[in-house]
C-alpha cells in the first residue's frame, strides 16, 4: 500500500550494530504500528502508539525501541541487533474513526527485510 | 486471551477448483475479524472483515468469509481458485470490546493454485 511507506527495504548489518526502521503513512491515521515476521510465526507486534504522545510495548519489545516524530512517522530502533532478530519488519497504520463500524483495520506497509550477520 | 489458529500450514488446490482456508478464534468478548494476504515481497493486504450482520462476508477478488459463532471460526472461501491466489494468508481477530486497536493474527496459510 502506498499510502504506508518503508524504508530501507531490505537491510543487512553485523551483530552490535544500532539500526532504524523508518515508516511514514499519508493516511491521516493517529494509531501505528510494529511488527516483525517470522516463518511459521505468523506477526507479532513490538510497539504501538495511538498518538505522538501515547507509545506502548507490544509482546516482543526487548531489544527495540521506537520514535513518533510525528502524526506520520514512526520509527523503530534495534539499540544492539543479534543475530535472532532477523526478520521481516512491517508497519501498520488504523484509525477506528476510518474504518466501517470503528473496526479499526489496520493497513501496511511492505515490509523491511533485515539481516542481522 | 485472544487467539487465532490456522490449523493447516499449506493448501493446495487446482485452478477452478474452490478453495477454503480455515481460521479459528478464541476472545473473551465479541469478535471483529479479519483476513489478510500476502504476495510475495510485498506486505499484508486488506481482504476483508466481518463487524456484525450477515455471517457471509464479501472482500476483495472475489473471496468472501463465513462467521460461524457456534464453531468460532471465520473460514475464507472462493468459489473458483485462479493461480493468481497463490499467496500467504493470515486471519486475525480482535475483540471489538477491546479500546486497543491490536490485532491478533494466525501463523499463516499458504495458498498454493496450480494450474
Known amino acids: 500500500d502506498a499510502d504506508v511507506t518503508q524504508t530501507p527495504r531490505n537491510r543487512i548489518t553485523k551483530t552490535g550494530k544500532r539500526i532504524m526502521l523508518e515508516c511514514s503513512q499519508t493516511?491521516?491515521?493517529?494509531?501505528m504500528y510494529w511488527y516483525r515476521q517470522d516463518p511459521g510465526l505468523g506477526l507479532r507486534l513490538i510497539y504501538y502508539?495511538?498518538?505522538?504522545?501515547?507509545?506502548n510495548k507490544g509482546e516482543i519489545s526487548d531489544g527495540y525501541s521506537v520514535s513518533r516524530q510525528a502524526q506520520a512517522k514512526f520509527s523503530l530502533s534495534l539499540e544492539s541487533a543479534i543475530p535472532n532478530q532477523t526478520a521481516l519488519y512491517f508497519c501498520?497504520?488504523?484509525?477506528?474513526?476510518?474504518?466501517?463500524?470503528?473496526?479499526?483495520?489496520?493497513?501496511f506497509g511492505p515490509g523491511t527485510r533485515l539481516t542481522v550477520l | 486471551a485472544q487467539s487465532v489458529a490456522q490449523p493447516e500450514d499449506q493448501v493446495n488446490v487446482a485452478e477452478g477448483n474452490p478453495l477454503t482456508v480455515k481460521c479459528t478464534y478464541s476472545?473473551?468478548?465479541?469478535?471483529?475479524l479479519f483476513w489478510y494476504v500476502q504476495y510475495p515481497n510485498r506486505g499484508l493486504q486488506f481482504l476483508l472483515k466481518?463487524?456484525?450482520?450477515?455471517?457471509l462476508v464479501k472482500g476483495s477478488y472475489g473471496f468472501e468469509a463465513e462467521f460461524n459463532k457456534s464453531q468460532t471460526s471465520f473460514h475464507l472461501k472462493k468459489p473458483s481458485a485462479l493461480v493468481s491466489d497463490s499467496a500467504l494468508y493470515f486471519c486475525?481477530?480482535?475483540?471489538?470490546?477491546?479500546?486497543?486497536?491490536?490485532?491478533?493474527f494466525g501463523r499463516g496459510t499458504q495458498l498454493t493454485v496450480w494450474p
Open positions: 476472545v473473551s468478548g465479541n469478535p471483529y
Open positions: 502508539s495511538f498518538d505522538v504522545k501515547d507509545i
Open positions: 501498520a497504520t488504523s484509525d477506528p474513526a476510518f474504518s466501517g463500524g470503528g473496526t479499526d483495520t489496520q493497513y
Open positions: 486475525a481477530v480482535r475483540d471489538r470490546g477491546s479500546t486497543l486497536g491490536r490485532l491478533y
Open positions: 493516511k491521516g491515521h493517529d494509531r
Open positions: 466481518y463487524i456484525t450482520g450477515d455471517n
